[in-house]
């Protein structure tokens, strides 16, 4: 019987220079909230998200290491990898480092200049693109980088692209994987991106709902900082 999981593949901690939770935080919210993995992809640093994968299995959740690098031409994300590559180097061979590494190049918030997003002409090749970034204001975005995929042939995900606990599952990709839940890894996952074996989930929530979430991630986090300024005095 296959697994069928719930990962946000683009989440940020607050080792990203624009994130603001800790890894312990998000993953108990990540939990909370159903998931089944989070990928921290902090911004050109891996040291958080591979904690994250460590301490995965203490809140229930399948590790997958990861990391946004910074190329010449735009962000591209990295999931599964252990090794964050080298920034600032080509689009394409940023997205060789990947698969050496034994990752998934996938692109995130494509076209959108103004986060970093690679242009079309530049992506020749890949092994996904994030189709759905819940970062949306008219949703025209994804649905070009979602007509783009499904012309090329890219395999689709959907992230959060969260900064907050609040944002963290706001949009996710559901991932077909062939073993059972508890005998999935990290290369699984990889492996289940690459092959297609996905389908996309997000929305915009209803704002009484969206308000239910935001003070129920607020208390969570006021909770947590308690906790941890008290052991601190311990």
């Given at each position: ?96 480092r990947v698969r050496e590494l034994g990752g998934a190049a996938v692109v995130p918030h494509p076209f959108q200049r ?89 929305r915009r929530a209803p704002i009484t709902r969206s308000a239910y979430h935001y003070l129920k991630a607020s208390v ?15």
């Amino acid at each position: 019987m296959t697994a069928r999981l719930r990962i946000d593949p683009h989440v940020h901690s607050e080792e990203s220079y624009d994130g603001n939770e800790p890894v312990e935080l998000i993953l108990e919210h990540a939990a909370d909230i159903g998931l089944d993995g989070v990928v921290i992809t902090d911004h050109d640093e891996i040291d958080a998200s591979l904690r994250a994968a460590e301490r995965a299995s203490d809140h229930g959740l399948i590790g997958v290491p990861g990391v946004e690098v910074s190329t010449s031409h735009g962000h591209l994300l990295a999931i599964g990898v252990e090794e964050k590559p080298p920034k600032r180097q080509p689009f394409a061979e940023t997205v060789e480092r990947v698969r050496e590494l034994g990752g998934a190049a996938v692109v995130p918030h494509p076209f959108q200049r103004t986060r970093h997003g690679v242009k079309k002409k530049r992506i020749v090749d890949c092994d996904g693109v994030e189709v759905y970034n819940a970062w949306l204001f008219t949703g025209y975005r994804n649905r070009r980088a979602r007509s783009f995929a499904y012309r090329r042939g890219y395999p689709r995900l959907g992230g959060s692209d969260a900064h907050s606990i609040t944002t963290v599952g706001r949009a996710y990709t559901e991932i077909d994987v062939g073993e059972e839940r508890g005998d999935v890894t990290a290369d699984d996952v990889v492996t289940a991106i690459k092959n297609g074996d996905t389908s996309i989930h997000g929305r915009r929530a209803p704002i009484t709902r969206s308000a239910y979430h935001y003070l129920k991630a607020s208390v969570r986090k006021t909770a947590w900082a308690v906790r941890a300024t008290a052991t601190r005095f311990l």
